[in-house]
């Protein structure tokens, strides 16, 4: 069966029908059909393999997902699935796609890169995992030990501040599944860096008991690098506001807030007591994350994004991530609260933020 052919078993037809194709449209998705299948048409009768293609075009534009969508637009098929990828949405995350090459092969099974996507905040990696002939890898397999992050975080901790990191099994089918990593809630734009990916046996969770918590399917070390650029990030919108709101009794300033299509961030000032200043002024570690563990307010429920159809985007729909709380000056500490959108948002789209009950508009604030 040839590649053609399984994108269009895979189509449910529609009867509605839709605008005609124009001729720069139906060549640019025979390009990329052809670019994903590796068939070409044939000199020889040209005309008739054309039709047919377009006639097949056609018949998936009628009843195009969002995953076929994600396909033809060269997005990986997970990342597309997972962030609800169309069409008219791809334009907001293109610039921020790219495609490292990147294997390594470990006893036998080879782990390949395949894509990234991030917002200099939030870093996506797709990739697939390769064993020998006849292994059948299962959708509920994990990797007893990863580590997603840039090579040199935990040389400067002042660069990416904590993280969150997530290393999940999206696909699986045969000797092959494919993965997204995924790095989110840095506390500040992440600089051209390398990064790496650490994983360690392919096993299954069987136990809560720690000795014989994990059924090793594959033992091996896969160890990946590649480099990124912060040029490949989509747009993103930099505001630098002073929004004051009452939280737990302590009086709180949102300092800037950072919109992608991907996430948003918002910082959050905190004014210390004399007690807490003279705290955090004491060279003791252990006191100051006690400290920062106590002040830190509970904002979650009180910070969102609003869209200009009305839909409110908030930590009950997207996945919330603190970034800590840091000390700024003498009398003070600064706390990053990070969500990351379940699905690609058009900062066109959005109307402003909303801040303990009080609605901002964007426009009023740049």
């Known amino acids: 069966m040839s590649g053609i052919d399984e994108i ?3 189509i449910e037809i529609e009867d509605d029908c839709c605008e005609p194709l124009t001729n720069a ?15 070409a048409p044939k000199k020889k009768k040209r005309h008739i393999m054309r039709t047919m293609l377009i006639a097949a075009c056609i018949t998936a534009l009628l009843a195009v997902t969002t ?10 098929k997970p990342l597309g699935d997972m962030l609800g990828v169309t069409e008219e949405n791809f334009s907001e995350i293109e610039n921020a796609v790219d495609t ?8 036998g099974v080879t782990v390949n890169v395949l894509q990234t996507l991030a917002d200099s905040r939030t870093v996506y990696a797709v990739f ?27 040389d400067h901790p002042e660069k990416y501040s904590s993280f969150g990191m997530d290393v999940s099994v999206v696909e699986a089918d045969g000797n092959r599944m494919k993965c997204i990593a995924t790095a989110e809630g840095f506390a500040s734009e992440l600089p ?7 994983l360690e046996n392919i096993s299954e969770h069987v136990s809560s008991d720690p000795e014989h918590e994990w059924n090793n ?15 490949k990030n989509p747009d993103m919108r930099e505001l630098s506001v002073n929004i004051p709101m009452e939280c737990e009794g302590r009086d709180l300033d949102v300092t800037d807030i950072t919109l992608s299509p991907l996430s948003a961030q918002f910082v959050v000032r905190c004014t210390l007591t004399e007690d807490e200043a003279a705290t955090v002024a004491e060279d003791n570690n252990h006191e100051r994350l006690t400290l920062f563990s106590s002040v830190e ?21 997207a996945k919330p991530f603190r970034t800590g709380g840091f000390p700024e000056g003498e009398n003070c500490m600064i706390f990053r609260y990070y969500m990351r959108f379940n699905n690609i948002v058009d900062t066109d789209g959005i109307e402003g933020v909303i801040v303990n009950g009080r609605e901002i508009k964007i426009e009023d604030l740049l």
Request: charged letters at 25%.
């Open 25 to 39: 449209e139906r060549n640019r998705i025979l390009h990329l059909i052809s670019k994903k299948t590796g068939i």
């Open 217 to 231: 399917i594959i033992e091996g070390k896969w160890q990946l690098t590649w480099n990124y650029s912060s040029e």
């Open 192 to 198: 051209d860096c390398e990064w790496s990916l650490t």
């Open 297 to 317: 307010p509970y904002v979650y429920d009180y910070l969102s994004v609003k869209m200009k159809d009305g839909t409110v985007i908030d930590w009950q729909n």
């Open 8 to 10: 269009m078993r895979n």
């Open 128 to 154: 697939e995992v390769v064993a020998p002939e006849g292994t059948e890898m299962k959708q509920w397999y994990e990797f007893e030990r990863y580590h997603f992050e840039p090579s040199d975080s935990w």
């Open 67 to 76: 995953a076929l969508a994600a396909y033809y637009l060269e997005l990986e």
């Open 100 to 107: 490292p090459v990147c294997s390594v092969t470990d006893n």
